[in-house]
């Protein structure tokens, strides 16, 4: 697979990820679109040769604020509508 292609693919994933974020009617969902917005994110940046840049995203990102929100949606009460 090229570059090109990869980099495409990249692409049109991190603008899925990002409406699906954002459209999202659950909470869960919108945070695990959030999570692949930024795998994608921080793999664009490896491909584009930001190796610090990537990781750190994957990193703190991926790894701490995913997991807080995620805490956060789990320890909240939900009414049932």
Request: no cysteine.
């Amino acid at each position: 697979m090229s570059l090109e292609a990869l980099e495409t693919v990249l692409l049109i994933s991190l603008v899925v990820f990002s409406i699906v974020a954002v459209e999202s009617r659950s909470l869960i969902r919108a945070v695990f679109s959030l999570l692949g917005f930024i795998i994608s994110l921080s793999f664009l940046f490896i491909l584009l040769y930001a190796l610090h840049v990537g990781l750190m995203l994957l990193l703190v990102y991926a790894g701490g604020a995913i997991a807080l929100l995620m805490l956060v949606i789990m320890m909240t009460n939900r009414r049932e509508e």
